[in-house]
């Protein structure tokens, strides 16, 4: 909840963001080069510095904790940020050279695009570079306080890095074009680790200039990260490579409506499906290190049930109320109403990955508290090929049978989901269940009561065409009343005890200090 908090108000900012943004962009060929060109920078991060080293780095950091080892869970910390830092900058720089071939290749992210717009792509490229090297180190501070259960500043960051791309829309852009919203991101990559470094100095890690190439513990995130690392670039190189390569030859618009889209869908993935499994990865990880199975089917269990009472019904409201949601956050400016109709209908099938990669994030997690991620990557070699075919032939243009841009966001959200369900069975076979029974019937209640939710606001869209904000705002209570009305009278345990542990968390908070 605590995580929750925070991204809603980072969720908030970033929706404030994307508004200016599209006031000022819209959907045009600009902003497709932007899109595209942040797609590798991204990618660099999230191979580095972002999921693949927090899942290899908190579990052998936390082991440190658990001992007492203050000294070595420091070195560790530092030597990480230091062969992070160096890394990153080494391939920033080989990127930066590389630019241009990466945009015009027939295998880049731009090889369609009018020939100044590749140059502008490649050169947005390159400052957007620079952001990488910072959330490098940005990222490592956020897995230690992960590991001493500090989880506010982490969950607060995003809001300065939205906060910094704002300050470059409002202040850069209109001397500097688009280029002010790269440079914007850099700034905001600054406010995002200098957000931090109060609980760092708070929990007592200290920085040391040392590689520490001779530690058995850095050799050991080393090698958990490595699989990571390659499971990751296959993941990333599905949305955002895949997405700006075929997107680049469907026309003007397409690509910035996925990313759009994306961002949408975004928003209610990272308050369910990353809150809960940030949360749950550190308390995975001290109960893989006790050895003890069965908590761990609990937590895993519980984490599921949790995530689908909440992801299910969020699905379903972005399909039935996606265009208002989209209108009202979006039009104005550049952003015309064809936009929200090009944006919309991604929305709807990428809808089906929000599901799906909420999911993800916490069977992901569990093999990760085990310290395997060996077999996430194994998996994601068939499936990064399933999204890949799928892509290709959901993509065709409607004349021909196809989806055109939304059949990227549909192929996403099928190989997702197969991702998960194999990653379950394989973990069902090793701890002998993973409480499918019960995660399935939670499941099917919560869909019930989320398509009838659907079917409400439907109704009353028809019945009585209300404006877009009335229909977003009215429609939304209604709707939500009437799925937690039907969740508790269907019996869903996680409606209850959500609020309830809350409460109970903050009582025992509130008298720590007298006990």
Do not use: C
């Amino acid at each position: 909840m605590i995580v929750m908090g925070g991204l809603t108000a980072s969720m908030v900012i970033g929706l404030i963001r994307q508004r200016i943004v599209a006031g000022k962009f819209g959907t045009s060929a600009v902003l497709d080069a932007y899109t595209a060109a942040n797609g590798i920078p991204e990618l660099l991060f999230t191979m580095l510095a972002g999921g693949a080293l927090a899942f290899a780095f908190i579990p052998v950091y936390t082991e440190h904790l658990g001992k007492g080892d203050t000294q070595a869970s420091n070195k560790l910390a530092s030597q990480v940020i230091n062969n992070i830092f160096i890394l990153a900058t080494l391939l920033s720089l080989l990127l930066a050279l590389l630019a241009p071939i990466l945009v015009r290749a027939p295998w880049g992210i731009g090889p369609h695009f009018p020939a100044e717009i590749q140059d502008l792509t490649a050169q947005l490229m390159r400052v957007l570079l620079l952001s990488t090297i910072i959330f490098a180190i940005s990222s490592i501070l956020t897995g230690t306080l992960h590991a001493h259960q500090h989880f506010l500043l982490p969950a607060i960051a995003p809001s300065m890095y939205s906060g910094g791309i704002i300050i470059g829309a409002v202040a850069f852009v209109p001397s500097l074009g688009i280029f002010g919203l790269a440079w914007g991101a850099v700034l905001g990559a600054l406010l995002h680790l200098m957000i931090q470094l109060p609980g760092i100095i708070r929990h007592g890690v200290r920085w040391h200039p040392t590689l520490g190439w001779r530690n058995p513990a850095l050799k050991v995130v080393a090698i958990l990260m490595a699989p990571r690392v390659v499971d990751l670039l296959m993941a990333r190189a599905s949305i955002d490579w895949i997405n700006a390569n075929l997107g680049s030859g469907l026309g003007e618009g397409r690509v910035s409506s996925l990313r759009y889209a994306f961002q949408v869908m975004n928003t209610p993935w990272t308050l369910i499906g990353t809150a809960i499994g940030i949360a749950v990865f550190p308390t995975m990880a001290a109960l893989a290190a006790q050895r003890d199975i069965s908590a761990q089917r609990r937590a895993l269990s519980g984490a599921l049930r949790a995530i689908l009472t909440l992801a299910l019904p969020a699905a379903v409201l972005l399909i039935v109320l996606g265009r208002p949601v989209i209108g009202v956050l979006f039009e104005g400016g550049e952003f015309t109403a064809q936009s929200t109709e090009l944006v919309y209908f991604a929305l709807q099938f990428y809808a089906i990955t929000m599901i799906s990669q909420s999911v993800l994030e916490v069977v992901v997690r569990a093999f990760a508290a085990q310290k395997d991620t060996l077999t996430p990557l194994l998996v994601s070699f068939f499936t990064t090929a399933l999204n890949i075919v799928l892509a290709i032939w959901l993509s065709r243009p409607r004349t021909a049978g196809g989806l055109e841009h939304g059949g990227l966001a549909l192929a996403n959200g099928v190989a997702v989901g197969v991702e998960s369900l194999i990653g379950l069975t394989i973990l069902h076979l090793r701890w002998r269940g993973v409480d499918g029974r019960r995660i399935l019937l939670d499941a099917g209640k919560a869909a019930f009561a989320a398509f009838v939710m659907g079917g409400v606001i439907l109704a009353i869209d028809v019945l009585f065409s209300p404006g877009r904000l009335v229909l977003l705002l009215g429609g939304g209570a209604l709707g939500g009343l009437i799925y937690f009305a039907l969740a508790l009278l269907l019996g869903i345990e996680e409606i209850r005890t959500l609020p309830i542990s809350f409460v109970q968390y903050v009582r025992r908070r509130e008298t720590k200090p007298s006990d």
